[in-house]
């Protein structure tokens, strides 16, 4: 069964760091790209990066490009997102998400998704 568990979010002011962490279980964790999402303006969820399984191609929204690095431990199962400079808009829950196995595909599928953090930043 596959279970993903984000933890590492809370209040923090505009400026702040945060770092979060998403632990995998119930597959091979180290075959499979992965992703960090947060609900979008309106509806839907908008994807705020992504790592392919051996953590050498990576991708990033243009809203958080350059402030925002993901990273992964195949060793341990976890997935992380350094999050420098937070703004009152980046204020939501963010989920890591399973996508395709190896390579992210330049998409946004996800067959799998943990409940996730809140991230709350104050101006």
Same mark, same amino acid.
Request: hydrophobic letters at 25%; glycine letters at 14%.
């Given at each position: +069964?596959?279970?993903?568990?984000?933890?590492?979010?809370?209040?923090?002011? #505009?400026?702040? #760091?945060?770092?979060?962490? =998403?632990?995998?279980?119930?597959?091979?964790?180290?075959?499979?790209?992965?992703?960090?999402?947060?609900? %979008?303006?309106?509806?839907?969820? +908008?994807?705020?990066?992504?790592?392919? #399984?051996?953590?050498?191609?990576?991708?990033? %929204?243009?809203?958080?490009?350059?402030?925002?690095?993901?990273?992964?431990?195949? %060793?341990?199962?976890?997935?992380?997102?350094?999050?420098?400079?937070?703004?009152?808009?980046?204020? %939501?829950?963010?989920?890591?998400?399973?996508?395709?196995?190896? #390579? =992210?595909?330049?998409?946004?599928?996800?067959?799998?998704?943990?409940?996730?953090? +809140?991230?709350?930043?104050?101006?």
């Amino acid at each position: +069964q596959v279970q993903l568990g984000e933890s590492g979010g809370g209040s923090v002011q #505009s400026g702040g #760091s945060l770092r979060l962490s =998403c632990t995998a279980s119930g597959y091979t964790y180290s075959t499979y790209c992965i992703r960090w999402v947060r609900p %979008a303006p309106g509806h839907g969820l +908008q994807l705020v990066s992504t790592i392919n #399984s051996g953590g050498d191609s990576t991708y990033y %929204a243009d809203s958080v490009k350059g402030r925002f690095s993901i990273y992964r431990n195949n %060793a341990k199962n976890t997935l992380y997102l350094h999050m420098n400079s937070l703004k009152p808009e980046d204020t %939501a829950t963010y989920s890591c998400a399973r996508g395709p196995s190896y #390579s =992210c595909s330049g998409s946004s599928w996800y067959d799998y998704r943990g409940q996730g953090t +809140q991230v709350t930043v104050s101006s």
